[in-house]
Each structure stands twice: as structure tokens, then as C-alpha cells.
């Protein structure tokens, strides 16, 4: 299904399920709209608003409603526009939106992109089985192995085993497009994120990441969906790429 076939045609009144299917992707009426500009015009004011890496620090400002929050985002590149122009550039390919639980793939946008958008949970009840890991490293296993993180955006907000499969993942030689890891907790959650910017780092991964113990879900999928925001704006002509 594209974007397209997601919008009613003419104005015609939305069914029930379109409307329930398409009501948690963003502000969609008049009222809608004007809350979340609001809201985004109050952020600016509150963090700069002078380069892309900016668009995401607002954006962790906005999903966290913490102001200091800006301050914890970390860039993993020659400059902290980089990640930004490697993940807008990945959904203006139509590349793959890869998520480590089902409450990030809920939280991705469904208008400005033609991504395939899937969770990693769920392929590696096996393994885990067999290993004892947990099942989000598993499934990150898993799907790395049928090459589904090659040129893809990947998105982790809940898991630190996830984040740390994936370094190992990105270790042994594989290449997403751009990492937004934003796992949140008090046990290997700040030093997940660790290890997975300085693999990043090392191997020439964008990569988007915060520190301490927050993040989430929520935080995750917002600055994935600046992603496809930032791509619309190119899209639109409004933004150009480096």
C-alpha cells in the first residue's frame, strides 16, 4: 500500500477503519495541526534551529518534553549533519525502516515515505531458546543474517541487547544506512549505546545515539521520523543535501 492509497480522495469522508488505521501517524485536522506546530514552535525557541543535527535535537526535545535533552543527543560522523543526511537519503531510496520491538515500528510515520517498515522481535525465538540471549538479540541476529540491516535504517528504543547485537552485527561486517538507538534502562543501556557509537564510529556508520539512561520507544521513533521529514523538505525543495 502506498502513501497515497492511505488519503481519502476529494475530501470524502474517511471509514471508521481508515480512519483508526491512519490516526496514530501524525496530526492530520486542522486542530491536530495546530497543537503540533505549536508545540514545535515552542521547542525552537528552546533549541537552536541552524542545521539538521538541530532538527534532531529539537526533536528529542519535543518526544521527551525536556528541554536539557538536547544535550544528550551524541552524532556519530565526520559532523553531526551527517547521520541526518545518510538516514534522509536512505528514505528517499525507499530503504527498509528495520525496528527492534513493536512499539517503535507503531510509532513510524506512515505519510512522507514509501519505506518497508518491520520489527526485528519475533524472528529469533529459536535461537534465544537455544542460547538464552534474549529474544530482540536473537531476532537482530537473525534478520542480520537474511541481510536485512545492509542499507537500512535501523532503529533501536527498547532493547540494549539489541543495540549491543547490533554492534557485533555491524562489527562483523554489516552496513545500515544509519543507527538511531535509543535504548532505555539502568542495566546496559547507557553502555550499549556506547559500544555501538564507538563500533559506528571505527567502521563509518551515521549513526544517532544519546547518553545516560533515558530514552524509549517514543524518542526512537520521533527521530526516525525526523528522518522522513528532513527527506520530505528535500523532497519539497525546502532542504538541500550536502
Known sequence: ?????????????????????????????????EIAETSMDRVRGLVPDETLADRIRQKSVHATGDPEFQHLVRFTGETADEPVVAGARAVLEERPIVTDITMVKAGITGRGHDCRVEKAIGNGGELARRTGMTRTA?????????????????????????????????????????????????????????????????????????????????????LTNELVHVASDVRDGEVDLP
Open 1 to 33: 500500500m502506498t502513501t497515497d492509497d492511505r488519503r481519502t480522495d476529494g475530501g470524502a469522508e474517511a471509514s471508521g477503519e481508515e480512519f483508526e488505521e491512519y490516526a496514530d501517524l501524525g496530526a492530520t485536522t486542522e486542530n491536530a495541526m
Open 138 to 222: 536473537a531476532s537482530v541476529l537473525n534478520l542480520d543474517r537474511r541481510g536485512v540491516y545492509d542499507d537500512a535504517i535501523a532503529a533501536v528504543g527498547n532493547a540494549p541487547t539489541a543495540a549491543l547485537a547490533l554492534a557485533d552485527c555491524i562489527e562483523d561486517g554489516t552496513r545500515p544506512a544509519v543507527v538511531v538507538a535509543t535504548p532505555v534502562g539502568f542495566v546496559k543501556a547507557a553502555e550499549s549505546r556506547r559500544r555501538l557509537r564507538a563500533v559506528a564510529e571505527r567502521h563509518g556508520v551515521p549513526a544517532i545515539t544519546n547518553v545516560g539512561r533515558r530514552g524509549g520507544s517514543g524518542l526512537a521513533a520521533g
